[in-house]
């Protein structure tokens, strides 16, 4: 059993996707500006107050995306996503997804980046992802999984990692742990 520190929709999505028993556990603490910090930060707060399952883990995320070393976070209102999309425009950026994952034995972090090219974005191109307010609740103000997907160019890296979880980092750390699914179920560690 995994407790997912995160309130994200597509974080669950993609952990569902690894067939791993996993229940929510919505985390209380505080975010800054350092993914790892943030998500380490989550799974301590919930693997605390909801204990670290038997044979299981706590695990932790936060996304970041940053343009020229400056970092863009949840746009605060449309005119913040506004100007966050222009600065994106024709342009490349980072985008780095953290994760911690906590077993009563170990404490495991990674931190993945990925490379996203936006296209060249007019007025109207901004508005329109803007009037979907698809930025809402999103690093750098958009999400590639949705209608954001029309704004890249190119990736380079695990788009997994843009979404909020990167899985193939995340595959590994469960398998290192014992944790990842198997004709059996997850091998308790």
């Known amino acids: 059993m995994i407790l997912l520190a995160s309130r994200s929709p597509q974080r669950r999505a993609l952990l569902g996707a690894l067939g791993v028993e996993f229940r929510v556990v919505a985390p209380r603490a505080d975010e800054g500006e350092d993914p790892l910090a943030n998500a ?9 107050r909801a204990g670290v399952p038997e044979g299981g883990a706590v695990l932790g995320a936060d996304t970041e995306v940053l343009l020229e070393g400056r970092v863009l976070g949840k746009p605060a209102d449309a ?3 506004r100007r ?3 600065a994106l425009s024709g342009r490349s950026h980072a985008v780095r997804t953290a994760i911690c994952m906590i077993t009563r034995r170990d404490q495991r972090e990674v931190v993945d980046e990925t490379r996203v ?3 060249p974005l007019g007025p109207a191109a901004i508005d329109w992802y ?10 750098g103000g958009y999400a590639i999984q949705g209608a954001g997907a029309a704004l890249v160019a190119r990736i380079e890296g ?6 909020g979880l990167p899985m193939g980092r995340l595959a590994g750390l469960l398998e290192e742990l014992g944790l990842a699914p198997s004709a059996d179920g997850p091998s308790p560690r």
């Open 130 to 139: 803007v009037g979907t307010g698809e930025w809402r609740d999103r690093a």
């Open 117 to 119: 090219t936006f296209r």
């Open 158 to 163: 695990d788009y997994t990692t843009v979404v």
């Open 40 to 48: 380490r930060a989550k799974a301590r707060e919930v693997a605390e």
């Open 79 to 81: 005119a913040a996503a």
């Open 84 to 86: 966050e999309l222009e």
